[in-house]
């Protein structure tokens, strides 16, 4: 049984939304080397994973209120 992680600081939608906009979700428009491609990668994992712990409170917060 996989139990869900506490995060001990909020993450709100405005600063999930703000990282959209600085890192987005696309392929550069220019052409870029490997390292800066993986770099790119990299930063947009972090904003992945603040997103998917986003969601994770929020539908634990649903799932906790409903009961």
Do not use: H
Not at 22 to 50: C, E, I
Request: glycine share 2%; aromatic share 8%.
């Amino acid at each position: 049984i996989r139990t869900a992680m506490k995060i001990p600081f909020d993450i709100s939608q405005s600063l999930l939304d703000r990282l959209n906009d600085l890192f987005p979700d696309k392929l550069p428009s220019k052409v870029v080397s490997s390292t800066d491609l993986a770099y790119l990668m990299g930063q947009r994992s972090v904003v992945d994973k603040l997103t998917d712990l986003y969601n994770e409170e929020t539908n634990q917060n649903v799932f906790s209120e409903s009961n």
